[in-house]
Nanobody
Framework: QAQLKESGGGLVEVGGSLSLSCAAS??????VGWFRQAPGKDREFVAG??????STNYADSAKGRFTISRANAEVSLQMSNLKPEDTAVYYC?????????????????WGQGTQVTVSS
């Protein structure tokens, strides 16, 4: 059964780094994205990558600090220079066609999420 499973979340200090992983078993040929949701806020796009990794996209808040990559069934999100506002539950998601990627409603499959907390 196809599933998405995130790992790597945790507590980190401001300015620190953290790497998240998404095990995307059964989703070959799918684009994968990372989203996050802070308490009381809507889920927002963070980064996305096409099925063959030939294209990546980032939210403005992630540009220059986060890097998305994929190798086989694993999609990683390397985060550096973390800020308190990066605190959220991070989700990976998958979709067949990489269009309208910033809209969470357009992603069909979701993982359970992993908590990232940045302490100041």
């Amino acid at each position: 059964q196809a599933q998405l499973k995130e790992s790597g979340g945790g507590l980190v200090e401001v300015g620190g780094s953290l790497s998240l992983s998404c095990a995307a078993s059964g989703f070959s040929g799918y684009a994968v994205g990372w989203f996050r949701q802070a308490p009381g806020k809507d889920r927002e796009f963070v980064a996305g990558i096409t099925w063959n990794a030939d294209s990546t996209n980032y939210a403005d808040s992630a540009k220059g600090r986060f890097t998305i990559s994929r190798a086989n069934a694993e999609v990683s999100l390397q985060m550096s220079n973390l800020k308190p506002e990066d605190t959220a539950v991070y989700y990976c998601a998958a979709k067949r066609y990489y269009v309208d990627y910033e809209n969470p409603n357009r992603w069909s499959h979701w993982g359970q999420g992993t908590q990232v907390t940045v302490s100041s």
